[in-house]
């Protein structure tokens, strides 16, 4: 796996390098530290996935992101950051990063980074815990034209509220047994791989 470094600082995006060359299997092409040169590295470079910071001087992680899927929308990237707050978490959603994981959790950067280049979404667990509050107040998505009934749209949204199956069987009236046949159902239908991108989903389409 290819992957270019960015974080603005260098001590950190060294310790990386490190850190991730010796896990065997991933090549850092390079290293950088804002996002002008993100952009710059990734143009020459295009590397697997995007490893990138968020606050940078001169041009941020999101800046930096917005103008690199501007120009290469099938770009892989992946945003780690000490900073859990909402504004960004839904500005990489909407932006359409693969993944927003947290410094702290240190051992979920490779497994996230692995998961990120076979096609699959990553959000930490602080991240997926915020998603409920996250969509509060948010504009119902029209899934019509995807395929997806009502009850099916009913599900999704209680999904990407976080209630379990059970909870969702109680608030629809439904079996247990019903509610995850219709959750098999939707991933097939939308073509995700579980709850969490199923969330995610929902939440980047209001």
Excluded at 44 to 58: K, N
Excluded at 133 to 140: C, F, P, R, S, T
Excluded at 173 to 197: A, F, P, W
């Amino acid at each position: 796996m290819r992957v270019l470094i960015i974080d603005d600082d260098p001590i950190v995006a060294e310790s990386l390098r490190t850190i991730l060359q010796s896990g065997g299997g991933i090549d850092v092409l390079d290293v950088g530290h804002d996002g002008e040169t993100a952009v710059r590295l990734y143009r020459s470079l295009r590397p697997d996935v995007l490893l990138m910071d968020i606050r940078m001087e001169t041009m941020t992680g999101i800046e930096a992101a917005t103008t690199i899927l501007g120009e290469f929308p099938d770009a892989k990237i992946l945003f780690l950051t000490t900073f859990c707050h909402d504004e960004y978490i839904m500005q990489a959603l909407r932006l359409g990063a693969k993944g927003y994981i947290l410094k702290q959790d240190f051992e979920s950067i490779l497994p996230a980074l692995k998961a990120v280049q076979a096609g699959q979404s990553v959000f930490g667990d602080a991240i997926v815990a915020k998603m409920p509050e996250l969509m509060k107040g948010e504009e119902k998505p029209k899934l019509k034209g995807l395929g997806i009934s009502e009850r099916e749209e009913s599900i999704i949204a209680l999904v990407a509220q976080g209630l379990s199956n059970k909870e969702i069987a109680e608030t629809l009236y439904l079996g247990e047994g019903t509610v995850r046949n219709y959750i098999s159902v939707i991933l097939d239908k939308l073509e995700l791989r579980d709850r969490t991108q199923l969330a995610v989903f929902y939440l980047v389409r209001t």
